[in-house]
């Protein structure tokens, strides 16, 4: 089993950055897949981004492909997510995610955190 928590979040301007931390507890953090998920007001919760039990996989959704960068450092049990040129439609609660599969589908994932708020102004 693994706790997730989220940091990172805040407010910021368009074409601004910012970098977003999941630290994980639990002995196995190493052999989950580690993904990030976004939820805006109103909609269903979206994949963002993805990054395999070693680091050597990741994978992006078209929207945020080439501005948002996952990371993870498993001596620290810590996933990352760099995002750059953030526009107002970025603007969501953030949440890490840890799983068994290299997917995008939410429903894969079985531990989450509590999540962390971006907010992008225009």
């Known amino acids: 089993q693994v706790q997730l928590v989220e940091s990172g979040g805040g407010l910021v301007q368009a074409g601004g950055s910012l970098r977003l931390s999941c630290a994980a507890s639990?002995?196995?953090?190493?052999?989950?897949?580690m993904g990030w998920f976004r939820q805006a007001p109103g909609k269903e919760r979206e994949f963002v981004a993805y990054i395999s039990w070693s680091g050597g996989s990741t994978y992006y959704a078209a929207s945020v492909k080439g501005r948002f960068t996952i990371s993870r450092d498993n001596a620290k049990k810590m996933v990352y997510l760099q995002m750059n040129s953030l526009k107002p439609e970025d603007t969501a609660v953030y949440y890490c995610?840890?799983?068994?599969?290299?997917?995008?589908?939410?429903?894969?994932?079985?531990?989450w955190g509590q999540g962390t708020q971006v907010t992008v102004s225009s």
């Open positions: 639990g002995r196995t953090f190493s052999s989950y897949v």
């Open positions: 995610a840890a799983g068994w599969s290299a997917t995008d589908s939410k429903s894969e994932y079985a531990y």
